[in-house]
């Protein structure tokens, strides 16, 4: 607890212009009923602004709730032999480190606090999306602090699942990327957050994972991230989500950012920690020091809290991938890791351009790919990697073909100018079952669903399938795999709006569609969708409903209402 100071009514006192506080009666008066009020005590402890003060009652005792700017929570109570109000209790962050991000000691302070009903909890709401919670434990009279929600504070713009589907990353315009994953106890499951591997300086746009163990951001910034999970965040996510943690050779143990920094760097443990000189020795000493407090995650038995997510859970940065113009748009890793195609905000056919790079020396494949002249807003790889697609606001789509060989050069087999008569802001490959098969969506209202015709010599894409929509289509995800001749297509709409289509393997019908609850959708846009991958299924008891089987499956969806929602959808199968 910190020290505070307090002034009671009949000591002289300051207020914030320098005057002295006066006794004099304040008459407050309603239609029913006259009170008086004068001034009791001034209540000194905060060093910052103070944003909500919280009354509550309990036993015919009064206490104060009071959260402020300077990252604390403070309850004030009136001594019980004196009457003099003292804070009691003081919560939160006492720290003197400062910085510009979250990463870097500026927790933002707290904006909300409020008692819970019994008041013997309370919750705290922070710059940065995360509730924090305290409980009262009454046999050893200390407010213990538990697990509480997280998320992103502006829209989220993007999210990847791990190839295997155990975790999913998202992307956002509060300059974050946030890792959300299972957590499993006693039974239950439940979803929370498990590591905050980026947090950087620049609104963030895209991302796509690389594997189990890498992914790459763009954000409003003309380059490219790349970053690798730490062994920390790893041995976590093994213990508490039963995530599997092979054996990797140089892997990075922890990361962080310095003052000012934009680049998370991967920091030595103590156990690494080696002398050299008197310079080497201060700054190595500095590493050790940030490498400890990151090696508590090892000991958690519970998801991080707030605390250890801003500043314990960054991933190591490895490489920057640079060659674009403007802000990033775009990007699409290979599902063998081999390759990513980028994309930028572009206004000329010289900037609209998607460009490769390969993975194993992180060198650009030239020349780029050519073919918009806006700019790119999706690409997506076919699960063999045979074919690129790419849409953009010129309201075409263009697919490219790997050279022969399985070399890494694509050249571009197919397009269409007029795929839609508005800007096309989604695209997603069908499984390999259905032949060449992908979905556009456009702010047109359409879905139209494009299969292959012709030789692979002279490949062309037709219409099969147009589905409407009540307002713009901005996103679209195929499962990425065929149920007993059956494909799944979700799409989500400007007005939050998110449909699931059953479509036939082989006609490319639409065999039902439903749309989600309205009350479980977003209230505004919808910015991506995305199956979990990896035949994650199951049946419920390995009964029927109705005559049918209910399957499982699981869809993150985005929002511009700074949601990343998770559905678990039923699916009847006959």
Not at 391 to 399: E, H, K, P, T
């Amino acid at each position: 607890m910190l020290s505070s100071g307090v002034s009671t009514g009949s000591e002289s006192a300051l207020n914030g212009n320098g005057n002295p506080l006066s006794n004099k009666a304040h008459i407050v008066q309603t239609a029913n009923s006259r009170h008086l009020a004068t001034f009791e005590a001034l209540l000194l402890g905060h060093e910052d602004w103070i944003y909500t003060l919280k009354w509550r009652s309990r036993n015919g005792h009064l206490r104060l709730l009071s959260s402020s700017a300077d990252n604390s929570l403070a309850i004030w109570e009136p001594d019980r032999d004196t009457g003099v109000w003292v804070c009691t209790t003081r919560l939160g962050e006492i720290s003197g480190q400062m910085g510009a991000t979250t990463a870097t000691g500026s927790a933002g302070g707290f904006w909300i606090g409020l008692w819970s009903p019994d008041g013997n909890s309370v919750v705290s709401l922070g710059k940065n999306g995360g509730w924090r919670l305290w409980t009262l434990d009454a046999a050893l009279e200390q407010w213990i602090q538990r697990v509480a929600v997280s998320g992103h504070t502006k829209a989220v713009m993007d999210t990847a699942w791990t190839a295997g589907g155990e975790y999913l990353l998202s992307t956002s315009s509060d300059q974050t990327t946030r890792l959300f994953a299972e957590w499993k106890r006693e039974g239950l499951e439940s979803w929370r957050e498990f590591s905050r591997p980026q947090i950087h300086g620049y609104d963030l746009n895209c991302i796509d994972t690389m594997g189990e163990h890498r992914f790459i951001s763009g954000a409003d910034e003309k380059l490219l991230r790349v970053f690798e999970e730490p062994r920390a965040v790893e041995t976590l996510l093994h213990r508490l989500c039963e995530i599997s943690a092979p054996h990797r050779d140089n892997q990075l143990e922890t990361a962080n950012m310095p003052v000012l920094g934009l680049s998370n760097k991967a920091v030595a443990t103590a156990q690494t920690a080696t002398s050299g000189t008197d310079a080497d020795e201060v700054h190595r000493s500095q590493e050790v020091v940030i490498s400890r407090a990151h090696q508590s995650l090892l000991d958690l038995q519970h998801p991080p809290f707030e605390d250890h997510l801003s500043r314990q859970t960054l991933w190591p940065e490895t490489e920057k991938l640079y060659g674009h113009g403007y802000e990033i748009s775009a990007v699409a890793c290979s599902h063998d890791g081999h390759l990513v195609a980028t994309a930028c905000r572009a206004s000329s056919i010289d900037h609209a351009v998607i460009r490769l790079f390969e993975t194993s020396g992180w060198t650009e494949i030239k020349p780029p790919l050519s073919a918009h002249s806006l700019t790119v807003t999706a690409l997506s790889f076919t699960q063999d990697d045979q074919f690129l697609l790419s849409v953009g606001r010129d309201r075409m789509w263009a697919v490219f073909e790997q050279g022969p060989n399985s070399t890494r050069t694509y050249k571009i087999v197919s397009s269409n100018p007029k795929g839609h008569s508005r800007m096309i802001l989604g695209a997603s490959w069908a499984p390999v079952e259905s032949g060449r098969v992908f979905a556009t969506a456009g702010r047109d209202k359409l879905v139209k669903i494009w299969k292959s015709t012709g030789s692979s010599s002279e490949l062309e894409f037709v219409v099969k399938e147009s589905i409407s929509a009540a307002s713009a289509v901005t996103a679209l995800s195929f499962s990425p795999e065929a149920e007993e001749n059956v494909i799944r297509l979700a799409f989500g709409t400007d007005l939050g709006v998110i449909q699931v289509c059953s479509i036939s393997l082989n006609e490319l019908s639409i065999i039902s569609s439903r749309a989600i609850q309205q009350s479980l959708t977003p209230s505004r846009s919808i910015n991506r969708l995305a199956w979990r991958p990896g035949g994650r299924r199951s049946y419920y008891n390995g009964g029927y409903v109705n005559g049918k089987k209910p399957v499982n499956r699981t869809l993150a969806a985005t929002s511009d209402d700074n949601s990343l929602r998770i559905y678990r959808i039923c699916i009847l199968e006959d």
